[in-house]
């Protein structure tokens, strides 16, 4: 079931919430759906950065342990992380390794924008 919410807009932005909506066929609740989902992944998508960035400053200082919650955040959200990560992970139980600019240089999943 979802939730309800009220949303107050100014009038210019309404109007250009109403004409975006209207030119894609959908009603501005679904506008506004996809927009917060949208915001949302990208949220997720830059704390696991941020969290990688730290980790390569300095890994053994790093607390790895706070960013479990951030990982498992990401991978429900995205399948091109989810796709990041199966593959960092398979090279590294095939002992290849991975360095942490490469690992943000995977191409992305199939099926993703």
Known sequence: MGHAITVRLPDQVYRAARNMADRRGISINR?????????AEKS???RLRRAYDLLAL?????DVES???IQAEALAHSPRLRAI???AGQQIRDGEG????????LPPSPGDP
């Open 31 to 39: 506008l506004v759906q996809e927009a917060i989902a949208e915001k």
């Open 44 to 46: 997720v998508e830059e």
């Open 58 to 62: 300095d890994p053994a200082e790093a």
């Open 67 to 69: 960013l479990f919650a």
């Open 85 to 87: 990560l199966e593959t």
């Open 98 to 105: 991975i360095g942490h600019q490469d690992f943000w240089r």
